[in-house]
């Protein structure tokens, strides 16, 4: 993958971990602006509708959250991402992938936002893309 298409995933991943860190002052309509902006990235509307998602559950809870861990949620999406954004269909290829995805499950131990942000987002696009190429 050329520089340019990194630094555009890259744009969707960081935009979504601003969302929220400022969580308690976005709107529908802030992310329905930024699925736009991204709107010929296949990937934005994953992304930004699961940000959404989180957001409405932070801004409704009344309790002060820590929203620090998201930032290394992302980190690590966007590491995983990256590692293996250009796919082939080696067997070795997929197993790494997936142990890679396992470890960082683990490390947040099992928390319905990863998995989504891992599973059907991250990897969603990475087997996207391997659709692509075949």
């Known amino acids: 993958m050329n520089e340019e298409a990194l630094r555009r995933y890259w744009s969707i991943y960081t935009d979504a971990w601003k969302l929220l860190k400022n969580y308690q002052i976005v709107t529908a309509e802030k992310v329905a602006h930024l699925i736009e902006i991204h709107s010929d990235m296949v990937i934005a509307a994953s992304v930004f509708d699961l940000v959404w998602s989180e957001i409405q559950k932070l801004q409704a809870s ?21 590692a293996y954004c250009e796919p082939n269909d080696t067997e070795d290829y997929w197993d790494n992938l997936s142990d890679t995805i396992i470890k960082a499950r683990e490390k947040y131990e099992y928390r319905d936002f990863v998995i989504k942000l891992f599973y059907y987002v991250t990897l969603g696009e990475i087997e996207r ?3 692509m190429e075949v």
């Open 62 to 82: 009344s309790e002060v959250t820590d929203i620090s861990g998201y930032q290394n949620m992302f980190t690590d999406a966007w590491r995983v991402f990256k």
């Open 129 to 131: 893309l391997s659709k």
